[in-house]
Structures are given as C-alpha cells and as structure tokens.
C-alpha cells in the first residue's frame, strides 16, 4: 500500500500561528473525530499548548460505536484531562459542551475575579481537518460564524468568536508533520481528513473494508449481503448489488470505492468506531 503523507505548506503556516498566538489563551479544546480519537489528536500540538488545561471533545459520536466513545472519554479523563463526547450538529449538545467548558475555565475565571480582570477567558480550538473545529464554535456561538465544509482544509486562518462568557479562537486544522503510524494515517483517509485527491482510493477503499470486516463482521455481512470476507470479494459485492457495471459486464470498481468510503463517512454503515480505547493506551493525550 502506497505510504500516506499529507502536510500541505498552509499547515507550517498554522502551527506557527498557533504557537505565536497561544498566549492568548487560557485553555484548549481539541475537537477529535469519535470513530477515530487516537488518530485524529495530533501529539504534536501538546508542546504548543504548554500547562493550559485541554478538552478533548470527541464530535460526530452519533456516527460512532457509543460504547467504545464512552471508553475512549474514559481514557483521557484517567490522563487528568476533560472529555465529552457529543453531535455538534445537535443542538442539544451546547448545555453538555458549555459545562465542560465551565469546568475548564473555572480556576482561570477565578483568578480573573479575584483580580476584578473583567476579560472573558479565551480559548483555543484546534484539531485535524473535518473533526468539525467550526462547526462546534458555530453551535457555541448560536449562529454560523466559523466557516464550515466536508473537505479537508476548510479553515486557513485563526478568526476569534465572542460567546457569552468567553471567546474562542478558531484555527485551521493541522497534522503531525510525519504519519509514523500508518493505520491511523488511513484512519485520517477513511474519514476525509486527508485529501481525497493524494490518496490511492482503491488502497482506502479495501483496507476499509478490511478493518471493518474485522471489527463488525456481522455488520458488514448484512449491510453487503454476502457472506465473503476478502476485500475484493466484498467490493465486488458492493458492485453487483448497485449495479456498478461497465460495458462488458465488468465492475465499476472506481464508483464501487467512492460508494464504499461515502457510505462509511455518512454513516449509511451504521455506527461504527475504527478504533477501541484498550488499544491506544499509550497516547499522551
């Protein structure tokens, strides 16, 4: 499988960005994708974000297997950090957002009024591209201020949101400047952090159908209607049950994977994780 590598120059711009403007800030929140936490932080922001406290928000948990979100806030609240996992797209999720974000903020807020420093607490929201960084700040806000998209590399620069008690500071999306590990750098892939342009789909497409016949073989049986575990096998089923043909009766692999990765990205798939939490104990978040 070709190695994935994705850091275009616009993100050596961001992190130097975030590091000049970090002072800036009192906190952190770090939007992680649900289905893919441990791929979706990027280790290489904590030495940005210093001793500030962070919040991990673990959003589109409603495209997420709940039970291995759940343990996954579990993990990084046994880190000493605040997790919460929510829909951003759900306005029933701001009351649980604000609440974390009081919680976060409330040694500073104190200080702040011991001081009668009337300045609001700002904070920084960082995350890889597509978790839905904007989208929560929008929520936050209560109207759309943060420009929002499906693409990697929506946002290009920081652009401060007032809220009420508190400001935050939107920055585009960044990647580690290396993927040492490759299974999450596909992660990233599978669930459109990466540009779809530099990837070999037919690569994503099977190696997604891999890990998922693995993790949900139940799933994927009724879901494809077959009972075939190679990942070929499965793709071809996908063609023949939608009708994916070329002239000749040959399959349309090339819409096959473009259907395989948007279903599993929408949720058609149902909700499923690509990762479980027992497994990444290791990262520093």
């Given at each position: 499988m070709?190695?994935?590598q994705w850091f275009p120059g616009h993100m050596t711009k961001a992190m130097r960005m975030m590091q000049?403007?970090?002072?800036?800030?009192?906190?952190?929140?770090?939007?992680?994708?649900?289905?893919?936490?441990?791929?979706?932080?990027?280790?290489?922001?904590?030495?940005?974000?210093?001793?500030?406290?962070?919040l991990y928000v673990l959003n589109k948990a409603d495209l997420a297997d709940c039970n291995k979100t759940d343990a996954f806030v579990?993990?990084?609240?046994?880190?000493?950090?605040?997790?919460?996992?929510?829909?951003?797209t759900s306005s029933s999720a701001k009351r649980a957002l604000t609440a974390k974000i009081e919680r976060l903020t409330a040694e500073r807020r104190k200080q702040n009024a011991e001081k009668n420093n009337l300045r609001p607490v700002r904070l920084m929201v960082s995350g890889v591209p597509n978790t839905g960084k904007?989208?929560?700040?929008?929520?936050?806000?209560?109207?759309?201020k943060a420009i929002t998209g499906d693409k990697a590399g929506?946002?290009?620069?920081k652009q401060w949101i007032k809220c009420e008690g508190f400001d935050l500071m939107d920055t585009p999306g960044t990647m580690p400047p290396a993927f040492e590990n490759q299974v999450l750098a596909r992660h990233l892939a599978y669930i459109g952090s990466i540009?779809?342009?530099?990837?070999?789909?037919?690569?994503?497409?099977l190696s997604l159908l891999s890990?998922?016949?693995?993790?949900?073989?139940?799933?994927v049986k009724e879901k494809f209607n077959t009972e075939e575990?190679?990942?070929?096998?499965?793709l071809n089923a996908v063609c023949r049950r939608r009708g994916f043909l070329q002239r000749g009766g040959d399959y349309d692999y090339e819409r096959g994977e473009k259907a395989v990765v948007d279903d599993f990205r929408k949720g058609k798939l149902g909700a499923l994780s690509l990762e479980r939490a027992e497994d990444y104990t290791e990262v520093e978040f």
């Amino acid at each position: 499988m070709k190695h994935i590598q994705w850091f275009p120059g616009h993100m050596t711009k961001a992190m130097r960005m975030m590091q000049e403007e970090i002072d800036l800030c009192d906190a952190v929140i770090v939007v992680l994708d649900a289905r893919c936490p441990a791929a979706s932080f990027n280790p290489k922001l904590k030495s940005v974000f210093g001793e500030r406290p962070i919040l991990y928000v673990l959003n589109k948990a409603d495209l997420a297997d709940c039970n291995k979100t759940d343990a996954f806030v579990k993990l990084i609240e046994s880190k000493g950090a605040l997790a919460v996992k929510l829909t951003a797209t759900s306005s029933s999720a701001k009351r649980a957002l604000t609440a974390k974000i009081e919680r976060l903020t409330a040694e500073r807020r104190k200080q702040n009024a011991e001081k009668n420093n009337l300045r609001p607490v700002r904070l920084m929201v960082s995350g890889v591209p597509n978790t839905g960084k904007s989208t929560i700040i929008n929520l936050l806000h209560g109207e759309k201020k943060a420009i929002t998209g499906d693409k990697a590399g929506v946002t290009r620069g920081k652009q401060w949101i007032k809220c009420e008690g508190f400001d935050l500071m939107d920055t585009p999306g960044t990647m580690p400047p290396a993927f040492e590990n490759q299974v999450l750098a596909r992660h990233l892939a599978y669930i459109g952090s990466i540009n779809d342009d530099i990837l070999e789909m037919d690569e994503i497409a099977l190696s997604l159908l891999s890990e998922l016949r693995a993790m949900y073989p139940a799933v994927v049986k009724e879901k494809f209607n077959t009972e075939e575990e190679e990942p070929l096998e499965l793709l071809n089923a996908v063609c023949r049950r939608r009708g994916f043909l070329q002239r000749g009766g040959d399959y349309d692999y090339e819409r096959g994977e473009k259907a395989v990765v948007d279903d599993f990205r929408k949720g058609k798939l149902g909700a499923l994780s690509l990762e479980r939490a027992e497994d990444y104990t290791e990262v520093e978040f």
